[in-house]
T-cell receptor, first 117, second 114 residues
Framework: GAVVSQHPSWVICKSGTSVKIECRSLDFQATTMFWYRQFPKQSLMLMATSNEGSKATYEQGVEKDKFLINHASLTLSTLTVTSAHPEDSSFYIC?????????????FGPGTRLTVL | AQSVTQLDSHVSVSEGTPVLLRCNYSSSYSPSLFWYVQHPNKGLQLLLKYTSAATLVKGINGFEAEFKKSETSFHLTKPSAHMSDAAEYFCVVSPRGAGNQFYFGTGTSLTVIP
């Protein structure tokens, strides 16, 4: 099956700094990728849809100036958490769809654990 | 609007007994439905998916799910639980024509007792 990677797998940063997380589709192209946030023992919350060649689409309540998304190529999307604060500490997961005839399966990256001190 | 309700946050079964994880959905569009499993410190793995073909869907590791439109349900079952099935299970709805967004249920933690 298709493989999606994320880098880094974990990161610790100081409050006020910015952190960039990369999501790559390794063996397929993805014009769309998705970013999720997962709190401990909770479900995944869709944050935004990353669109290659155009602006990301954010879900209601997600600050687009806080979580900057750039879909640089057909295999790479980045999420930058700007001016990170402890409440931004979470598990961030990306996914990319692959499929035909409008029926797409999502392939998920392994996630990035962000800890803001 | 789309939503998924997983009726049980925790399910505990004995090894070798049946598993039932319940999921109800609402969707403005004819949906695709999925079950994913997440083992500790691992990525999400697809168990099975419903995409308007057969209503009874067979997945990996002996799991099945039945799409019941009249009940707006997509419950996950397995005849006999194995210790390795202990994990977090997510029911997911993807409304067709909505850009492939996935909407996750709150998850069900499955414990298997030896």
């Amino acid at each position: 099956g298709a493989v999606v990677s994320q880098h880094p797998s974990w990161v610790i940063c100081k409050s006020g700094t910015s952190v960039k997380i990369e999501c790559r589709s390794l063996d397929f192209q993805a014009t769309t990728m998705f970013w999720y946030r997962q709190f401990p023992k909770q479900s995944l919350m869709l944050m935004a849809t990353s669109n290659e060649g155009s602006k990301a689409t954010y879900e209601q309540g997600v600050e687009k100036d806080k979580f900057l998304i750039n879909h640089a190529s057909l295999t790479l999307s980045t999420l930058t958490v700007t001016s990170a604060h402890p409440e931004d500490s979470s598990f961030y997961i990306c996914s990319a769809p692959q499929g035909t005839s409008g029926i797409h399966e999502q392939f998920f990256g392994p996630g990035t654990r962000l800890t803001v001190l | 609007a789309q939503s998924v309700t997983q009726l049980d946050s925790h399910v505990s079964v004995s090894e070798g007994t049946p598993v039932l994880l319940r999921c109800n959905y609402s969707s403005s569009y004819s949906p695709s439905l999925f079950w994913y499993v997440q083992h500790p410190n691992k990525g999400l793995q697809l168990l099975l998916k419903y995409t308007s073909a057969a209503t009874l869907v067979k997945g990996i590791n002996g799991f099945e799910a039945e799409f019941k439109k009249s009940e707006t349900s997509f419950h996950l079952t397995k005849p006999s639980a194995h210790m390795s099935d202990a994990a977090e299970y997510f029911c997911v709805v993807s409304p067709r024509g909505a850009g492939n967004q996935f909407y996750f249920g709150t998850g069900t933690s499955l414990t298997v007792i030896p």
